[in-house]
């Protein structure tokens, strides 16, 4: 008996667009909630690389991020839709089209879940370093950041549920703050700290430190603590369905949102490493976080440490307000492409709340279940955070390299939307490829030599342990032959057109 198409309006009504474009921007780039979560990650790079890597790979992470938001804008022109990705690989590729949506789908949706425990666990284990900078004495234990965690997630979560249509208004406030809070904080430290010298910002490479010999080796391991607060150019592609005017409005958001948070991440990196002092103080923070330490050799004063902190800590817990938002959208339209286990479960949209409650609860329980890892193993969780990261610039990689074959092969077949490279396109699009391998093969390697179970990156291994050994043997790998199946997504696509 042939399955009737998941798609059926009837049974699958859409969701209500009240987003406009400005509200789209502040979405797009208080997600990214970049400055905020570069001084969160500084450790990564005054580890591998140092000052001379923070600052050069803050632009190198911005020109490529960049270059894959506006060869992704493109396809969301086309097809602005909540799938996204899985959708776009569908329609461009040759042959094999259920299966590597199937792949795509998983991927992206599994990057998103993990990704979005990161503001919990740098906003939750933040609180915890600031205690320990009021009580030396305290110890960093890890269930305490594990309840912490929770704390700071279940507002959003609630928010969520009840209060979608205020979403608007936290996304312009959290806009305000965004843009506001930078520089206060930078006019704070560079007034009350001693600067370093230009030498020691823009020339200084820190090698060594981590057992890595190469120099190249040691920049590009660096480069996660400024990939990372960039990864996730497509957040707002995801709530498409709710944006006024989505063919145009969505394109502008993703590359003005990466445009201005590669900006203030840069500007917020300089100021952080000009007021430095004291690198090993830093770097060996009992705190836990760097940052914390940096501000309070610039302050002088506890009150105002905190002050500064929470400046970079509530414009990236409200990102996580919208970043629920956007996670969910996502899987709750893989559901509704029948590509998640209990798909007609998930797949639902509230009638009273107007928004796929399920698959938001599906969401808040993989932060409650992941937050778990932290109690066991930092480093096991920190894994799941880069796998994340790792899985996300995959997710770029398929439909990228789909859109490339598509342009040498049969450019005609190509749709063109509101947006649109024109001439520059497929130089843009092999720039992304470009850029998006290289963070591909260096985001698994191992941040310190020699190798113990405690430093090991997972990243890699998990991944490949995931769709070469627990997809085929869950029994829903045999469910290829029937899911995503033509008919739903062509009448996917019809009504999203419309």
């Known amino acids: 008996m042939r399955r009737t198409p998941l798609f059926d309006p009837k049974n699958f009504p859409g969701l209500e667009r009240y987003l406009n474009f400005f509200s789209s921007l502040a979405f797009s780039a208080c997600l990214l909630a970049t400055w905020e979560s570069a001084g969160g990650s500084l450790l990564s ?36 839709t909540a799938g996204a990705q899985y959708h776009w690989s569908y329609f461009l590729a040759p042959r094999g089209r259920r299966f590597i949506s199937f792949f795509q789908g998983w991927v992206t949706v599994f990057s998103w879940s993990a990704l979005v425990c990161i503001a919990p666990y740098f906003i939750g284990t933040q609180i915890q370093g ?21 704390a700071v997630a279940i507002v959003p979560i609630i928010t969520n549920v009840f209060a979608r249509r205020i979403l608007r208004g936290i996304e312009y406030a959290a806009g305000i703050m965004h ?39 040691v920049f590009s391991i660096g480069l996660l603590g400024v990939i990372t607060p960039l990864a996730g150019v497509d957040r707002v592609i995801h709530m498409a369905e709710e944006v006024k005017n989505a063919k145009v409005v969505v394109p502008r958001s993703m590359i003005y949102g990466t445009l201005i948070n590669g900006v203030l991440a840069f500007a917020y990196l300089i100021a952080v490493l000009y007021c430095m002092n004291g690198y090993a103080e830093a770097l060996l923070s009992p705190t ?41 959208r996502l899987t709750w339209a893989f559901a509704r492409d029948n590509g998640l286990p209990f798909s007609d479960f998930f797949a639902r949209v509230d009638p009273t709340f107007k928004i796929p409650l399920r698959a938001l609860f599906l969401v808040a329980s993989c932060i409650f279940a992941l937050s778990f890892i932290q109690i066991g193993s930092t480093a096991a969780f920190n894994a799941i955070l880069s796998l994340s990261t790792l899985g996300l610039y995959i997710s770029y990689l398929i439909p990228l390299i789909l859109l490339v074959l598509k342009r040498l092969t049969a450019p005609q077949d190509i749709p063109h939307g509101a947006f649109t490279l024109g001439k520059w396109g497929l130089p843009m699009n092999l720039l992304a490829i470009l850029f998006a391998t290289y963070f591909v093969i260096f985001l698994p390697f191992l941040p310190t030599l020699p190798v113990t179970a405690e430093n090991m990156n997972y990243a890699g291994p998990v991944l490949g342990l995931l769709h070469s050994k627990i997809l085929p043997c869950s029994g829903w790998y045999t469910a290829l032959h029937r899911v995503l199946d033509l008919r739903s997504f062509v009448c996917s696509l019809k009504l999203r057109r419309g």
Not at 131 to 147: C, D, I, M, N, Q
């Open 45 to 80: 790079g005054l580890y591998n690389g140092g000052p001379a890597a923070i600052v050069y790979g803050i632009i190198l992470s911005t020109v490529g991020n960049l270059a894959i938001a506006c060869s992704l804008a493109e396809l969301a022109s086309v097809h602005p």
């Open 130 to 150: 600031m205690v320990v900078l009021a009580h030396p004495e305290y110890k960093l234990v890890r269930w305490r950041g594990t309840l912490l965690m929770w």
């Open 179 to 217: 843009l506001v809070f930078l520089p206060v904080t930078i006019a704070v430290l560079v007034s009350l700290a001693p600067h370093n010298t230009d030498s020691f910002v823009w020339d200084t490479f820190v090698g060594g430190l981590s057992g890595w010999k190469d120099s190249g080796v």
């Open 288 to 328: 836990g976080y760097p940052i914390i330490t940096i501000a309070y050799q610039a302050t002088g004063s506890k009150s105002a440490t905190y002050v500064l902190m929470a400046m970079g800590m509530l414009p990236g817990w409200i990102a996580l307000f919208n970043g629920l938002a956007s996670v969910t």
